[in-house]
Structure formats: structure tokens, C-alpha cells
């Protein structure tokens, strides 16, 4: 499954959420609404979300996501924000499930090569 997420935040911080999406099929695999963060706390759970349900699922651990912050936050397997908000026991719950992997690959989706990332939920402000 090559699996592709996106995050979304309206203000910042604001409403947010994030989704999972099968690239071969376009089919959403999952959506979150996780109530008011930053779009970066949003794409790092959404890549944490995605690690979790391949795991779960016995898949590859391969995702794709269109942050750059997000995915160094992984794979740095800490996020570096100064936001506190009710996300923080969910953000902190993220970070212990990532230290757990020994290792994942994640890609960064180019949108000028490729196009609007597959999850994307369509909120430009």
C-alpha cells in the first residue's frame, strides 16, 4: 500500500485534522479531527497515525507526506514546537510510539512535480 498523508489547519493555531490516503485506490484510509493545533502538530500526527496503521496492519512502513517539518519532527522522533494546547497528550503519545520503530521511510511529496498532495482536504486560506 503506498499510503499518503496531509494535515489541515485553519488559523494557526486553529481547527485542525489530518487524513490518510491510499495512493492506489484514492481511498481514504483514515481522517482525524483533532481540535485546535498547528498545521506542523496536525502532519506529524497524521505521519504517526499512518506508521501506526501500517504496524497494526503488518505493511511496510512507507509513507508520503508534502511537510518537510512534519517528517524531520519523525524521524528526529521529537517535535519541536513551542505550542501547548489539549494536543499535548496526544502529541507526547505520538512521540512514544515512534521511538518504539527501529526504523520507516517516509517521502516527501513534491506538489510543483506531482500535484496537490492526494489528502489534502482543500482548505486554502
Known amino acids: 500500500m503506498n499510503l499518503i498523508v496531509d494535515g489541515y489547519c485553519l488559523g494557526n493555531p486553529g ?3 489530518y487524513k490518510g490516503v491510499n495512493l492506489d485506490t484514492y481511498e481514504t484510509v483514515f ?8 498545521n506542523n502538530i496536525a ?7 499512518a506508521l501506526h496503521y501500517l504496524t497494526k496492519n ?3 512502513l512507507e ?3 508534502d ?13 519541536n514546537s513551542t505550542y501547548k494546547g489539549n494536543i499535548t ?4 503519545k505520538a512521540e512514544a510510539f515512534i521511538k518504539t520503530l527501529d526504523k520507516f521511510k517516509l517521502t516527501k511529496w513534491d506538489t510543483k512535480a ?9 482548505h486554502k486560506g
Do not use: Y
Open 58 to 60: 503488518n505493511l511496510p
Open 63 to 65: 509513507v508520503m507526506s
Open 31 to 38: 481522517e482525524q479531527h483533532i481540535g485546535v493545533a498547528t
Open 43 to 49: 502532519e506529524f500526527l497524521a505521519i504517526c497515525h
Open 15 to 17: 481547527k485542525a485534522g
Open 114 to 122: 506531482l500535484g496537490e498532495n492526494p489528502a489534502d482536504f482543500g
Open 89 to 92: 497528550a496526544r502529541v507526547q
Open 67 to 79: 511537510s518537510k517539518t512534519a517528517m524531520s519532527w519523525v524521524n528526529n522522533r521529537k517535535v
